[in-house]
């Protein structure tokens, strides 16, 4: 296993997520707990020692499922992390209440690694508002008590609202968690807010790394100029290479749903093969190629913003349509739209034209604000 240094620790590179574990019969809130021992053996046996979870996962089951596997193992074998999930505005007023039953239900009397869940345009002001909410106090007073030894925040807002978050509390977190992968890298500003982060002096926790799968199957020409360039590699490791040759990133979590994923991810993580130069570079053609087909050629030059009646920050609103447009939904545009006015929202374009006469990608503004109103619903 290669391991980095996180302060006085050595983390394993490779981290257990609890957020994709084998269930039954298909359905998700019911986790498939015998096969979720086996793993988190396999694991252990591996040298994975830094397991992350959170309170929504499985129907909220995915604590509970964890926290009975690693009862099994001496409370220094493993590094535990887990999440205040602030995606639910109902859990806002809750802090107290929820960290309390999370302790119960992964059987712990400190976590290794806590963070704010998903700092987003939705909850980015709850957060804030700690007169109102008390979560960053709440939190840090935990910190200060031995309940969390390490206090993050993992983040699939905008740039503005990692600025924003960092700002605030910038100075009392450890570490950022972000949606990084060779597709994300320019899609979703992966590269941008690594430099922020690093700016902060903030290591970086990857999530996603996989992109939901996307990256571990690509299309047969994708895979072979790959496999051109190293045979015997397999195709996912291919994304795990990439995020190992970022400087700025100590572990990357895994959500493997079986046990065959989880071995294989292990042999990837004996031994460190950082990708060259011209690897690299066709990992990142492969990005844009995957991309070029379904997403819109915005460049953000805004000329669309100042002829727009209705005042939509159109490039914004076109990021987003094709985040959802990609993925093929998901629950990113849909929780940044949340944070919009109604006044705002694709919906509330006027169908003028205005701004496709002035846009110098000649996109069809109008149809696809119309197309992303008919697939939000």
């Not at 269930?23 to 988190?40: H, K, Q, Y």
């Not at 087909?293 to 490039?315: E, F, M, N, R």
């Not at 034209?353 to 696809?368: R, S, T």
Request: net charge negative; proline share 5%.
């Amino acid at each position: 296993m290669i391991y980095r240094d996180f302060q006085d620790i050595k983390l394993s590179a490779l981290s257990f997520g609890a957020m994709r574990l084998p269930v039954i019969d298909g359905d998700d809130s019911r986790v498939d707990e015998d096969a979720v021992l086996r793993m988190v053996d396999t694991a252990m046996e591996g040298g994975i020692n830094y397991y992350d979870t959170a309170w929504g996962y499985h129907g909220e089951n995915s604590e509970t499922v964890l926290g009975k596997a690693l009862a099994r193992y001496p409370r220094d074998r493993y590094y535990l992390a887990t999440k205040f999930p602030g995606y639910d505005p109902s859990n806002w007023a809750k802090v107290e209440e929820i960290f309390n039953r999370q302790l119960e239900k992964l059987q712990v009397g400190y976590f290794d690694f806590y963070l704010f869940h998903n700092v987003c345009e939705m909850n980015i002001d709850a957060y804030l508002d700690d007169g109102k909410y008390g979560i960053y106090s709440y939190l840090m007073e935990q910190k200060r008590n031995g309940r969390i030894r390490h206090l993050g925040f993992s983040c699939h807002g905008k740039i503005d609202v990692l600025n924003r978050f960092l700002d605030a509390y910038g100075k009392d977190m450890e570490f950022c968690q972000l949606q990084v992968n060779y597709l994300d890298w320019t899609f979703q500003d992966g590269r941008e807010k690594i430099e922020i982060l690093k700016k902060h002096g903030l290591p970086v926790w990857v999530m996603e790394p996989l992109r939901g799968g996307a990256l571990a199957k690509l299309s047969p020409e994708h895979e072979e100029k790959l496999k051109a360039l190293r045979p015997d590699e397999e195709i996912p490791a291919w994304a795990f290479r990439f995020l190992l040759s970022i400087p700025e990133v100590v572990t990357i979590l895994s959500g493997m749903s079986n046990e065959e994923q989880l071995i294989k991810n292990l042999e990837t993580f004996k031994e460190e093969k950082p990708l060259s130069y011209d690897e690299m570079k066709t990992l990142f053609g492969i990005a844009e190629e995957m991309l070029a087909g379904k997403t819109v050629p915005c460049t953000a030059c805004h000329y669309c913003v100042s002829h727009c009646p209705q005042g939509l920050d159109i490039p914004n609103l076109i990021s987003l349509y094709n985040e959802h447009v990609y993925t093929g939904g998901g629950f990113l545009a849909p929780m940044a739209l949340s944070a919009l006015p109604e006044d705002k929202k694709p919906q509330a374009c006027l169908q003028c034209g205005n701004c496709e006469l002035v846009c110098p990608q000649q996109i069809k503004i109008p149809e696809i604000m119309e197309d992303f109103t008919k697939k939000l619903g």
